[in-house]
């Protein structure tokens, strides 16, 4: 055999440190709300912040992220306005299925702003653009439901490799 179809055995010292330096870079995702900081780094952990609950305050914290009024992201939600001034200033906490969908639309909200290089207002633009991968809907039509949400994320994903979305 010549010396090109040999391969080198398995260095398991490399492995080890390259699983060791991409844990260290793990995304780690927040949401401010009421003066309090939500974390989590992965789906576990997003589970345990689910569980506890997030206030209502964090709806604000969503229209923020994306320029547009707490009006719209209650629309999203499914929460009546009169509810929702009610229950925050109660410093009350959203049941487990808003918190899932506040806390997975602020991680598509981040995505897309690092898919467009943190150019906030290109990426609010865009989330109001009727999509043809989406149908021709714009994005945010689709933050009502997980499923939507991750078709949003899978968007963002082929404009961040420089595929059609």
């Known amino acids: 055999m010549s010396d090109a179809l040999k391969t080198k055995p398995f260095n398991t010292k490399v492995s080890i440190d390259k699983a060791k330096l991409s844990k260290k870079n793990l995304r780690k995702w927040f949401l401010v709300a009421d003066g309090e900081t939500f974390t ?97 809907s714009p994005p945010i039509k689709f933050f009502d439901t997980i499923s939507g949400i991750n078709e949003v994320k899978f968007c963002l994903t082929r404009i961040e490799y420089g595929n059609f979305a």
Not at 63 to 79: A, E, H, M, Q, Y
């Open 40 to 136: 989590w780094s992965n789906r576990l952990e997003r589970v345990q912040v689910i569980r506890k609950g997030i206030p209502y305050g964090s709806i604000g914290s969503i229209s923020k992220k994306i320029n547009s009024p707490v009006k719209t992201v209650l629309n999203i939600v499914g929460v009546p306005q009169t509810t929702y001034n009610k229950k925050k200033g109660n410093h009350s906490l959203l049941d487990s299925r808003d918190s899932e969908l506040i806390l997975r639309i602020s991680e598509v909200i981040d995505y897309g702003i690092d898919t467009f290089n943190n150019e906030d207002e290109k990426f609010q633009r865009w989330l109001l653009k009727p999509n043809l991968s989406l149908g021709g």
